[in-house]
Antibody, heavy 126, light 105 residues
Framework: QVQLVESGGGVGQPGTSLTISCAASGFTFSTYGMHWVRQSPGKGLEWVALIWSDGSKKKEGKSVEGRFTISRDNSKNTLFLQMNSLRGEDTAVYYC???????????????????WGQGTTVTVSS | ELAQSPSVAVSPGQTATIICSGDKLGDQSVSWYQQRAGHSPLLVMYQHNRRPSGVPERFSGSRSGNTATLTISGTQPLDEADYFCQAWDSINAVVFGGGTKLTVL
């Protein structure tokens, strides 16, 4: 059964750091690009970051660039998001999602995110 | 940026049309996601008109110029959800539309 399970969410104060994880199972993790997507309460989906299947390319969205870092450990089938200098506007449910391609955007196109986790909640509050 | 109308309402059995527009959408592959209340998003269409396995045939997609359309024929109450379009942007990588809330009256 193809599955993504996020963990590590919680409550943090502004300016602090938090790392969330996503455990993959049921598919060959090392052959898929991966993403983090977040959703603030009552709002739409916001893309956060992507990483190619081999980890050779990463990209973060403008709202988190320089503060958040995506990484993966293919030997442990796990995706990570390290979040530094947290702000109130980072409060959201964070989803990990599998890309249908190994190298998302390599040819200037996206072919969809076909597997999503259940999400982990991050709350930033003093 | 991808623009979507905030809401669409249909009666059961009718056809629901959800539109997504963007300046460069004509050059892009468009995906659509369904998100029911309290659930994670689900891919229902990719590359404009390709349905993932398990998605009912009543879901179809198309693109004309800079507008992409998700059509649900014979809409059922369980189709009530938020729908998001998504494409690739050379600057921002993955971009999502703001979402359309489909209400099945």
């Amino acid at each position: 059964q193809v599955q993504l399970v996020e963990s590590g969410g919680g409550v943090g104060q502004p300016g602090t750091s938090l790392t969330i994880s996503c455990a993959a199972s049921g598919f060959t993790f090392s052959t898929y690009g991966m993403h983090w997507v977040r959703q603030s309460p009552g709002k739409g989906l916001e893309w956060v970051a992507l990483i190619w299947s081999d980890g050779s390319k990463k990209k973060e969205g403008k709202s988190v660039e320089g503060r958040f870092t995506i990484s993966r450990d293919n030997s442990k089938n796990t995706l990570f998001l390290q979040m530094n200098s947290l702000r109130g506007e980072d409060t959201a449910v964070y989803y990990c999602a599998r890309d249908r391609a190994a190298a998302p955007g390599a040819n200037g196109h996206s072919y969809g995110l076909d597997v999503w986790g259940q999400g982990t909640t991050v709350t930033v509050s003093s | 940026e991808l623009a979507q109308s905030p809401s669409v309402a249909v009666s059961p059995g009718q056809t629901a049309t959800i539109i997504c527009s963007g300046d460069k959408l004509g050059d892009q592959s468009v995906s659509w996601y369904q998100q029911r209340a309290g659930h994670s998003p689900l891919l229902v269409m990719y590359q404009h008109n390709r349905r993932p396995s398990g998605v009912p045939e009543r879901f179809s997609g198309s693109r004309s110029g800079n507008t992409a359309t998700l059509t649900i024929s014979g809409t059922q109450p369980l189709d009530e959800a938020d729908y998001f379009c998504q494409a690739w942007d050379s600057i921002n990588a993955v971009v999502f539309g703001g979402g359309t809330k489909l209400t099945v009256l």
